[in-house]
């Protein structure tokens, strides 16, 4: 349960940010966006094999980073704003297992 509040308020601070860029002063929202991406990962994801994740992550990033859905008329350039701000909180949640993976190898001391 506690994942999946952590991933919806990560989605709707991405759709807050997507559709109304600095509504939040002071930078509060990306900010946010990028804890609860680490969160949700550290939370949810198998370090040991986060293969579906970090596939996501990547095919997000790219869709944002080629513009893809600019191509709807009239929202399209609000869709895509908003997967730019998914792409960040996904491409969090690989920083966030990269670091319990790297926890885990040096706990374990199978470096």
Known sequence: MATRAVYGLAILAAVVEG????AVPGGLLPL???VLGVAYAVMNIDAANPQAFLTTALVVAAAGGADV???VQAVGGYL??????VAVVY??????VLGVRAWNLIS????
């Open 19 to 22: 559709l109304a860029p600095g």
């Open 32 to 34: 946010a966006m990028v």
């Open 69 to 71: 859905l600019s191509n």
């Open 80 to 85: 895509d704003a908003i997967v730019d701000q």
């Open 91 to 96: 491409l969090s949640g690989g920083a966030g």
């Open 108 to 111: 374990k001391g199978s470096l």
